[in-house]
């Protein structure tokens, strides 16, 4: 469901619930509630390594599927690029993401910074590091 969410246009957790509902009832499986709560209290729990681990893999499917007419020159290339992410401000992400040292204190949110390797071809992210 994670991945679904991930990869829809509509990324709400209202609309994975909701198609998970419906595809149960289609196989003939018993319905489900269709609150969002318990989704995203276990979307929570979700390890970090686990979801980075299926990003790289899912990367990788993408770009051995890609065309080799997709590729420059015939050759396979791979773009560097990295953002920065605001985090909630609770302890937990203040301990870890500690807000830089252009804030004054007590101001502002964590940030996060993101980094990505992706694949021209097929714009797949082939592997991503978190960090503060």
């Excluded at 969002?36 to 686990?50: D, K, N």
Aim: net charge positive; hydrophobic share 40%.
């Amino acid at each position: 469901m994670f991945l679904a969410q991930a990869m829809s246009p509509d990324a709400s957790c209202q609309k994975v619930v909701n198609d998970t509902a419906v595809k149960r009832l289609v196989c003939g499986l018993k319905s489900c509630s269709t609150h969002t709560g318990a989704y995203c209290r276990a979307r929570q729990r979700l390890p970090v390594e686990m979801v980075s681990t299926l990003c790289r893999q899912t990367g990788r499917m993408m770009t051995n599927a890609a065309p080799l007419a997709w590729q420059w020159k015939g050759r396979p290339v791979r773009l560097v690029d990295g953002t920065m992410i605001s985090m909630p401000d609770t302890p937990a992400n203040q301990q870890r993401y500690p807000q830089p040292r252009s804030q004054k204190p007590g101001l502002g949110f964590p940030l996060c910074r993101l980094v990505g390797i992706v694949c021209l071809a097929s714009g797949a992210i082939l592997d991503a590091a978190i960090g503060c």
